[in-house]
Nanobody
């Protein structure tokens, strides 16, 4: 009943930048938390960043100072600005949304590929 669609992935050189977007649609009243996770080949999915409806953010230590998460509540959209990209940032990035913060209505996007390579 809720769909998340990511966009903005691609191939960039080390030190480059990308901006990911995720739009939620469907049966939505409100979204307490939205965020980004990523999964590299052969590794488990890991948290990148989250943001609540009031703007409280949380970042993985590996991306602090390089990535910025933001959201537009009116558009049900979350963004991830990624700067100073490193090869180790290469992964499929997944959008996540939890409607009430309790896990009763949580959803994942299909993912978008980010490749950092020279």
């Amino acid at each position: 009943q809720v769909q998340l669609v990511e966009s903005g992935g691609g191939l960039v050189q080390p030190g480059g930048s990308l901006r990911l977007s995720c739009v939620a649609s469907g049966s939505i009243f409100s979204i307490y938390v939205m965020g980004w996770y990523r999964q590299a080949p052969g590794k488990q999915r890991e948290l990148v960043a989250t943001i609540t409806s009031l703007g409280t953010t949380n970042y993985a230590d590996s991306v602090k100072g390089r990535f910025t998460i933001s959201r537009d509540n009116a558009k049900n959209t979350v963004y991830l600005q990624m700067n100073s990209l490193k090869p180790e940032d290469t992964a499929v990035y997944f959008c996540y949304a939890d409607m009430d913060g309790l896990g009763y209505r949580s959803y994942w996007g299909q993912g978008t590929q980010v490749t950092v390579s020279s």
